[in-house]
Structure formats: structure tokens, C-alpha cells
């Protein structure tokens, strides 16, 4: 994986063909974009759970969970682009990738140029929306006794604590951080259980699953005693989970 660098737009780009991964990542690269490469849902989940970016790349034909499914998951943070780049070209498939939320919806073959051209006018757009978003309030409503409280459950990025809407925090672990990143990210979805043990696990083979159970089990216990409450946080008998909050 590339090293992201603050003073370039980060790009992290999912396609399982290799030759072609690698094409889109040296191209897009000398092009004076930081990208990063993976071949499916679970080493950008894992990406994701560590780093922050601010365009995802997806192809829509992936082994495992597919570009469809990924962009459901993606599409609870706003302030991440999303951008499908797919050999399926059928108005159904755009209209359904469009529906999902993403940003652009390209169709391969094409020139990496015009890739990186719809990335960086797709980054500005995210950029002015969110600059527009964080103008600040007249200064007679800024001053108030207390700051405001948050309205939900919350992990900010780079961030080690899980606060409850009150304004309560605990201190996570790089493990509990992980899952959280990748359900709130999810935030009213269903994430299966074998995405979130892909997160984890760098052989699936190896991986003992009762250990994903163990962490949750641990988070809820710890959010209680640290006086958060219950997490929102539901099992679905059979699928995975969701966070509710």
C-alpha cells in the first residue's frame, strides 16, 4: 500500500484484476494522486478500519461481496466520494450504482487521464460542499454556557474514543476501534459476519471466529462500565450486525 500523504487527494481503488490494478495505481500515481490498490471488499474494509481517504474506486464484479454492496456500506459517510469503474455498462447497472449513492458512475476501457480528471473534479466538489458545511454560526448564537452535544453515537477519524449522545467517552483499543469504524461507517446496514472477520483476519483459513464474538462481547461490557450504557449495537440471527445509533 501507498503512504498517504496529506497534500495529495487519497484514492483508494478496488479491482480484482491485477494487471489492471497495478495500471490504474502507477498511472493515476504519476499523475500526482496518492492511490492505493486492493483486490477486494475486505482489504479495503481493513484499509479503511486504519486510514482515511477521500475517493473510493470501485469495480462492480468482485470475488466475494461486490461493488454494489461495498458502496451500501460507504455511502453512511458523506464526506467520502465514491466512484464505480465497471465493465458493466447496461442502464440498469448505472441507474442501480447512481441509486446506491455514488458519485460517478465510469465504464472501462478507459484513458487514465480522464480517470484522474473526474477524481480531482469530484474531490473539489466534496471539498466546496464540506468548506460550505463548516461555515461558522453568527457569533450571538456561537456563545452558549456548553458546547453542543453530539446527536449519536460517534468514533471521528483518527479518533480513540466512542462517545454516546451525551457526550460520554471510552477509550477503545486498536481492535474495538477497527469494528467500530466499520460499523458506524454502516451506521443502519447489516454488515455480515464474514466481512467483519475479513477485517480482522489475514488468513481466513486461520481465523478462529469466536474471537470476533469475544471482542464484541468485551466492547458491550466495557461501554456499560464506563457509565455509555447499552451499545446499539444488534445481533440478525443468521447475517451479522447493526449499528443502530
Known amino acids: ?6 497534500d495529495k487527494l487519497r484514492i483508494f481503488l478496488v479491482e480484482d484484476t491485477v494487471d489492471l490494478c497495478e495500471e490504474m495505481v502507477f498511472g493515476l500515481t504519476a499523475l500526482g494522486l496518492n492511490v492505493s490498490g486492493f483486490s477486494d471488499a475486505a482489504g479495503l474494509y481493513r484499509a479503511l478500519a486504519v486510514s482515511r ?31 464505480f469503474l465497471t465493465a458493466r455498462a447496461t442502464l440498469d447497472d448505472r441507474l442501480q450504482g447512481l441509486g446506491l449513492g455514488a458519485d460517478a458512475y465510469l465504464v472501462k476501457p478507459i484513458d487514465v487521464r480522464e480517470l484522474a480528471a473526474t477524481l480531482q473534479a469530484l474531490d473539489r466538489r466534496l471539498r466546496t460542499k464540506n468548506d460550505a458545511q463548516q ?23 483518527g479518533d480513540w474514543a466512542l462517545r454516546n ?12 476501534r477497527r469494528f467500530l469504524k466499520i460499523m458506524v461507517a454502516a451506521s443502519g446496514q447489516v454488515v455480515e459476519r464474514e466481512t467483519l472477520i475479513a477485517a480482522f483476519a489475514q488468513d481466513l483459513d486461520d481465523y478462529d471466529p469466536h474471537r470476533l464474538d469475544a471482542v464484541i462481547s468485551r466492547l458491550r461490557k466495557r461501554t456499560e462500565q464506563a457509565g455509555l450504557g447499552n451499545l446499539p449495537l444488534q445481533s440478525i440471527r443468521g447475517m451479522g450486525y447493526v449499528f443502530s445509533a
Open 1 to 6: 500500500m501507498n503512504q498517504i500523504t496529506p
Open 53 to 83: 481517504c477521500d475517493i473510493v474506486v470501485i469495480d462492480v464484479g468482485l470475488p466475494g461481496e461486490d461493488g454494489f454492496s461495498i458502496a451500501r456500506h460507504l455511502r453512511h459517510n458523506p464526506a467520502l466520494g465514491i466512484v
Open 135 to 157: 461555515i461558522s454560526l453568527p457569533v450571538a448564537t456561537q456563545v452558549t454556557a456548553t458546547p453542543p452535544m453530539p446527536v449519536r453515537w460517534t468514533l471521528s477519524p
Open 165 to 176: 449522545p451525551q457526550g460520554s467517552e471510552l477509550t477503545v483499543s486498536e481492535t474495538e
